[in-house]
């Protein structure tokens, strides 16, 4: 990275802590967000994320 591209923060799954750019490896962890808040709030963005795709019915085949 850079000087000039700006900072992310990452949620680590293996430390259960917001992370710069120079944390864990990326399959450890979700992001990347623009804001260390946006960060923190990781595991309940992908929980409502997967919440909505399991009741998307263009993406929900078990009836097919």
Do not use: I, K
Request: aromatic letters at 10%; a negative charge; glycine letters at 4%.
């Amino acid at each position: 990275m850079t000087t000039s591209e700006p900072l992310q923060y990452w949620w680590c799954l293996v430390h259960e802590q917001v992370e710069t750019d120079d944390g864990c490896a990326n399959t450890e962890r979700l992001g990347p967000f623009a804001e260390q808040g946006e960060a923190a709030t990781a595991l309940e963005v992908a929980r409502r994320r997967n919440e909505a795709w399991e009741n998307d019915p263009e993406w929900n085949d078990e009836d097919d």
